[in-house]
């Protein structure tokens, strides 16, 4: 049996062309190669396949084929003719006809914001053999997950994007404040020490600090705020705020679905936002149903409701 790790595909076009003219020198101009070149690929032909392949003619005019040289071309070049189809192929994906499962990973922000928005649409732009699944993101993980192929897409702010990953800005974030409506501060924006001197809900991802973003700019400011309470799930604190006297500092779009219980503001402060992407391993960059959940996820972020945006 010849081990083909370490064959080099070109000869064996050099094979096909070399079989069918039966000659060096026309092989050679077809290939657009010099003749000693093609003598030395079917030197190294003969070695490979431990057989002539070309013999001279009994004439002692030119060349003909081996027994064996004979019995390859068929199947040469039919194996030839499928390699060119799988290289040449253009592939697709349909969302209503072909079956594949996704699974997202996404800090619970991002699956809250975007991944609620794709499910809610899911039925209109997949068929029921298309799955979905969204699971915790962490970016430490993330390199392991994509290698053993447990996640298809990594959706974050740029602070979870692998250096080595493949990214996509999906849009630009701001952060609000927020306050249930009927707070007994009033429905006013409020100043820098009324800010401070508030209760705050703070959203801590890797759980039970009391010092997080906002308090990073306000101590640049020289001021601190009150932290009464730190959970570890953005999701949980528009409901909270919704329900007492507590406030909040939030990303804009995920307090969109809250607005009806919420007063929303702008910050006293100047506070830089983020930008969400979508993340994926290299060896999906032309995967067809990869490079269609992207562009789907994509459409979700540039369509967004316009009260998203106020």
């Known amino acids: 049996?010849?081990?083909?790790?370490?064959?080099?595909?070109?000869?064996?076009?050099?094979?096909?062309a070399l079989l069918e003219e039966s000659n060096v020198t026309r092989a050679a101009e077809r290939l657009h190669l010099t003749q000693p070149a093609v003598s030395t690929q079917l030197a190294r032909l003969r070695q490979l396949l431990k057989d002539p392949l070309l013999i001279p003619a009994p004439s002692g005019r030119g060349m003909v084929r081996s027994v064996f040289g004979t019995e390859l071309m068929s199947p040469?070049?039919?194996?030839?003719?499928?390699?060119?189809?799988?290289?040449?192929?253009?592939?697709?994906?349909?969302?209503?006809?072909?079956a594949r499962r996704f699974t997202i990973a996404g800090s619970d922000q991002a699956v809250a914001v975007l991944g609620f928005h794709?499910?809610?649409?899911?039925?209109?732009?997949?068929?029921?053999?298309?799955?979905?699944?969204?699971?915790?993101?962490?970016?430490?993980?993330?390199?392991?997950?994509?290698?053993?192929?447990?996640?298809?897409?990594?959706?974050?702010?740029?602070?979870?994007?692998?250096?080595?990953?493949?990214?996509?800005?999906?849009?630009?974030?701001?952060?609000?404040?927020?306050?249930?409506?009927?707070?007994?501060?009033?429905?006013?924006p409020p100043d820098?020490?009324?800010?401070?001197?508030?209760?705050?809900?703070?959203?801590?991802?890797?759980?039970?600090?009391?010092?997080?973003?906002?308090?990073?700019?306000?101590?640049?400011?020289?001021?601190t705020r009150r932290v009464a309470l730190s959970?570890?799930?953005?999701?949980?604190?528009?409901?909270?705020?919704?329900?007492?006297?507590?406030?909040?500092t939030l990303p804009s779009r995920l307090v969109t679905r809250y607005r009806n219980a919420l007063d929303v503001f702008e910050l006293p402060f100047q506070a830089r936002g983020f930008t969400m992407f979508a993340a994926w391993h290299p060896r999906s960059q032309f995967d067809p149903a990869s490079v269609w959940l992207r562009d789907t996820l994509a459409d979700i972020a540039e369509h967004w409701p316009d009260d998203a945006r106020q």
């Open 1 to 16: 049996m010849v081990d083909l790790r370490g064959v080099d595909l070109n000869l064996l076009v050099s094979l096909d």
């Open 76 to 98: 040469l070049k039919a194996a030839l003719a499928q390699l060119e189809a799988v290289v040449r192929r253009q592939s697709s994906f349909d969302p209503f006809a072909d």
């Open 118 to 188: 794709l499910m809610r649409s899911w039925a209109k732009r997949a068929g029921p053999n298309v799955q979905l699944a969204f699971v915790a993101g962490e970016q430490s993980a993330s390199i392991e997950r994509f290698e053993r192929g447990e996640i298809d897409l990594l959706i974050g702010s740029e602070r979870m994007v692998p250096v080595w990953a493949k990214a996509r800005k999906l849009y630009d974030e701001r952060f609000v404040f927020i306050q249930r409506k009927g707070h007994p501060r009033g429905a006013t």
């Open 192 to 223: 820098l020490d009324a800010y401070c001197a508030l209760d705050h809900v703070l959203v801590s991802t890797s759980g039970g600090s009391f010092f997080g973003f906002m308090d990073e700019h306000l101590q640049a400011l020289g001021r």
């Open 231 to 248: 959970i570890q799930h953005f999701i949980a604190a528009p409901e909270l705020v919704s329900l007492t006297d507590y406030v909040a």
